[in-house]
């Protein structure tokens, strides 16, 4: 099975899309500070994943997901999601 996920900083409210065979292995490195593009923007929360049978569908999502249409479609279908964790930002300042 392989992944194409989106974990969001919360340091600066941006998404990181990847894919990946290994969700669990690659949250864990990425919470670590392992990877050097993710390890400034921790804490990074995962607020969506799609599993894939292939590696080659896995990685088509994400360079549609880091596109300009894919990036809409994103926004939008996380649009509750994200004004919740905002929400919840806000609250605790």
Do not use: F
């Amino acid at each position: 099975m392989h992944y194409t996920d989106v974990p969001l900083s919360q340091r600066d409210g941006n998404w990181y899309i990847r894919a990946t065979g290994d969700l669990r292995v690659r949250l864990t490195s990425h919470g670590a500070g392992r990877v050097r593009s993710t390890a400034p923007r921790r804490p990074l929360s995962l607020v969506c994943y799609e599993a894939c049978l292939s590696a080659d569908d896995a990685y088509r999502r994400e360079r549609h997901l880091k596109s300009g249409r894919g990036g809409r479609y994103l926004r939008a279908r996380l649009a509750s999601s994200l004004a919740e964790l905002r929400a919840r930002k806000l609250e605790r300042r």
